[in-house]
């Protein structure tokens, strides 16, 4: 992991700012991004989010099943397995 050298404080309310630096190197934008937030030991780690397919990971023709996507080639592969 590359530490970037940016600090910033939280606030009352628990926002933080991303400097536009890093989201213009991340080519984030305000209104189309999001971003997935994980936990590993002691670090929070922010990722841009990309919804893919639970099974095979693909990004295209993607459909949403509850909480899981699935893209129409694998949704093709699990009807016809149970028919």
Do not use: H
């Not at 991303?18 to 080519?27: A, C, D, G, Q, S």
């Not at 989010?49 to 699935?70: A, L, Q, R, T």
């Amino acid at each position: 992991m590359k530490s970037t050298g940016i600090v910033r404080k939280i606030d009352e309310v628990g926002r933080m700012v991303i400097p536009m630096e890093l989201r213009r190197t991340m080519n984030l934008t305000e209104k189309d991004d999001a971003l997935e937030i994980f936990t590993d030991g002691d670090m929070i780690v922010l990722k841009k989010y990309n919804p893919s397919c639970i099974f095979c990971k693909e990004m295209e023709d993607i459909k949403e099943f509850g909480s899981v996507k699935v893209c129409k080639a694998c949704a093709d592969m699990l009807y016809k397995s149970f028919n």
